[in-house]
């Protein structure tokens, strides 16, 4: 007998980031989606319409789907047992403190959770990314606890979202990864993703342990990448060479590509650098960790890009940073964000202030998140009003509006035309024919 309705019925539970997201654009599918969350704030401003986060698109896509009835949020795990018959597993994973483990305390409560309210068949799908070999054991789990017991099967479907573009990203990725352990469960996936799989995209079906594998996978090979022309960075500095140049001319062979390849302050956010970590300490747990062990080598390559470039600020205030002022262009990781996890401009920022500099952050996404991480700092809305008697100003996110600032207009209110081009954004010849000294890490 068939254990569910062609047409599944869907819940998202965690609605941070990812399963907000997620809720959101499978409503507009055409999907009735419920989302849950313990957090009762959280949930009552996205039935209100407000996205809790800065994500292009979102909010008028959440009204949308709000408007049609088929979206609703709510606190309740036993109302979501009774509606949905695929439940995505959208809860963080972030780092353990002291350690660089995943913390799989979200999940695993999440899973329990929600597993108390399945009385009849259902598909538990896990997007959240974690180490391999949490499926089986989430499997045993939720078979333990689930009243419906067997007739519950677990399988993982990875995200690949990017920030800034993950209603995209969702709505027409670039590959589905179905981890699955029936041919009911790739029927049931299938089915969630049908007007997605219609586009003709790619769908990829694998064990439970390659689908997990899949997302660190995939990150760690960005994070060597990216980290790989930093560190000809650092060889181009002692060298004399251009990593702006290098890079370009490495970008032209096919097999290396140019995506991920520019050098500059180095990675951040909520993925990237605990992914990493995450996988180098399971591959320690499998035996295996001599097989990865280049990522701690990747993860110190991307740090040392940050002192790196407080060290070239420095430089160029003669190398006594104690009172000089210098105005930081960004704070998020990374642009259309106001994501700061791990955001080296706002480490940059908080090392200039330790060694006694005056810094000003601006912002124009993420100025409300740094304030509560960085209340050492200042900040202000405008890079105009940031920079006036500045010293040194810093490029270090590169948000579209830094990029397309006039240098003559900036330079008439500094006290000093001095520019550190954190991610190689700027173009160098303008900014110098308009009186500015130029520097950015692996340029001469």
Same mark, same amino acid.
């Given at each position: 007998?068939?254990?569910?309705?062609?047409?599944?019925?869907?819940?998202?539970?965690?609605?941070?980031?990812?399963?907000?997201?997620?809720?959101?654009?499978?409503?507009?599918?055409?999907?009735?989606?419920?989302?849950?969350?313990?957090?009762?704030?959280?949930?009552?401003?996205?039935? +209100?319409?407000?996205?809790?986060?800065?994500?292009?698109?979102?909010?008028?896509?959440? +009204?949308?789907?709000?408007?049609?009835?088929?979206?609703?949020?709510?606190?309740?795990?036993?109302?979501?047992?009774?509606?949905?018959?695929?439940?995505?597993?959208?809860?963080?994973?972030?780092?353990?403190?002291? +350690?660089?483990?995943?913390?799989?305390?979200?999940?695993?409560?999440?899973?329990?959770?929600?597993?108390?309210?399945?009385?009849?068949?259902?598909?538990?799908?896990?997007?959240?990314?974690?180490?391999?070999?949490?499926?089986?054991?989430?499997?045993?789990?939720?078979?333990?606890?689930?009243?419906?017991?067997?007739?519950?099967?677990?399988?993982?479907?990875?995200?690949?979202?990017?920030?800034?573009?993950?209603?995209?990203?969702?709505?027409?990725?670039?590959?589905?990864?179905?981890?699955?352990?029936?041919?009911?469960?790739?029927?049931?996936?299938?089915?969630?993703?049908?007007?997605?799989?219609?586009?003709?995209?790619?769908?990829?079906?694998?064990?439970?342990?390659?689908?997990?594998?899949?997302?660190?996978?995939?990150?760690?090979?960005?994070?060597?990448?990216?980290?790989?022309?930093?560190?000809?960075?650092?060889?181009?500095?002692?060298?004399?060479?251009?990593?702006?140049?290098?890079?370009?001319?490495?970008?032209?062979?096919?097999?290396?590509?140019?995506?991920?390849?520019?050098?500059?302050?180095?990675?951040?956010?909520?993925?990237?650098?605990?992914?990493?970590?995450?996988?180098?300490?399971?591959?320690?747990?499998?035996?295996?960790?001599?097989?990865?062990?280049?990522?701690?080598?990747?993860?110190?390559?991307?740090?040392?890009?940050? +002192?790196?470039?407080?060290?070239?600020?420095?430089?160029?205030?003669?190398?006594?940073?104690?009172?000089?002022?210098?105005?930081?262009?960004?704070?998020?990781?990374?642009?259309?964000?106001?994501?700061?996890?791990?955001?080296?401009?706002?480490?940059?920022?908080?090392?200039?202030?330790?060694?006694?500099?005056?810094?000003?952050?601006?912002?124009?996404?993420?100025?409300?998140?740094?304030?509560?991480?960085?209340?050492?700092?200042?900040?202000?809305?405008?890079?105009?009003?940031?920079?006036?008697?500045?010293?040194?100003?810093?490029?270090?996110?590169?948000?579209?509006?830094?990029?397309?600032?006039?240098?003559?207009?900036?330079?008439?209110?500094?006290?000093?035309?001095?520019?550190?081009?954190?991610?190689?954004?700027?173009?160098?010849?303008?900014?110098?024919?308009?009186?500015?000294?130029?520097?950015?890490?692996?340029?001469?």
């Amino acid at each position: 007998m068939e254990r569910s309705d062609p047409v599944p019925r869907i819940t998202v539970v965690g609605t941070g980031y990812l399963g907000a997201t997620h809720a959101v654009c499978m409503a507009a599918l055409g999907f009735d989606v419920l989302g849950v969350d313990t957090d009762a704030v959280k949930v009552a401003k996205l039935n +209100s319409g407000q996205v809790p986060f800065f994500e292009p698109g979102l909010p008028e896509l959440l +009204s949308k789907a709000l408007d049609s009835g088929r979206l609703r949020f709510s606190t309740s795990f036993h109302e979501a047992g009774e509606f949905g018959d695929i439940h995505f597993i959208c809860v963080g994973t972030p780092q353990q403190q002291g +350690s660089d483990a995943a913390d799989l305390r979200y999940v695993e409560s999440a899973v329990t959770e929600l597993a108390a309210h399945l009385r009849q068949p259902a598909l538990v799908v896990g997007k959240s990314t974690v180490p391999v070999g949490t499926a089986a054991r989430l499997t045993e789990i939720v078979q333990r606890v689930a009243p419906a017991g067997t007739d519950v099967e677990l399988a993982w479907n990875p995200e690949f979202l990017r920030e800034g573009f993950a209603v995209d990203d969702t709505l027409r990725p670039d590959r589905l990864v179905f981890g699955v352990a029936s041919d009911w469960a790739e029927t049931r996936l299938r089915a969630a993703f049908a007007p997605v799989i219609a586009q003709g995209v790619p769908v990829v079906v694998t064990d439970l342990a390659t689908a997990e594998l899949v997302k660190v996978a995939a990150n760690s090979f960005l994070a060597t990448k990216i980290s790989y022309i930093n560190a000809m960075a650092e060889v181009c500095e002692a060298a004399g060479g251009d990593v702006a140049r290098l890079a370009e001319a490495l970008a032209h062979d096919e097999r290396i590509g140019g995506r991920f390849l520019k050098p500059g302050l180095g990675f951040g956010g909520g993925c990237l650098p605990k992914d990493i970590r995450a996988f180098a300490h399971r591959a320690e747990e499998l035996g295996v960790g001599q097989a990865v062990s280049f990522l701690r080598e990747v993860d110190d390559i991307n740090k040392r890009r940050r +002192s790196r470039t407080v060290d070239l600020i420095a430089e160029l205030v003669g190398g006594e940073l104690r009172g000089a002022r210098i105005t930081v262009l960004g704070a998020s990781f990374k642009p259309n964000s106001d994501d700061i996890r791990d955001a080296p401009a706002l480490d940059v920022a908080s090392s200039l202030h330790r060694l006694g500099a005056q810094v000003t952050v601006v912002d124009p996404a993420a100025l409300d998140n740094a304030r509560r991480s960085h209340p050492e700092l200042a900040y202000c809305a405008d890079a105009l009003t940031a920079a006036a008697g500045a010293d040194v100003v810093a490029l270090l996110t590169e948000w579209n509006e830094f990029r397309l600032i006039d240098p003559q207009v900036l330079g008439a209110v500094v006290a000093h035309r001095r520019v550190v081009d954190g991610r190689h954004a700027l173009d160098p010849v303008r900014w110098r024919e308009a009186g500015w000294e130029y520097r950015a890490l692996g340029r001469p």
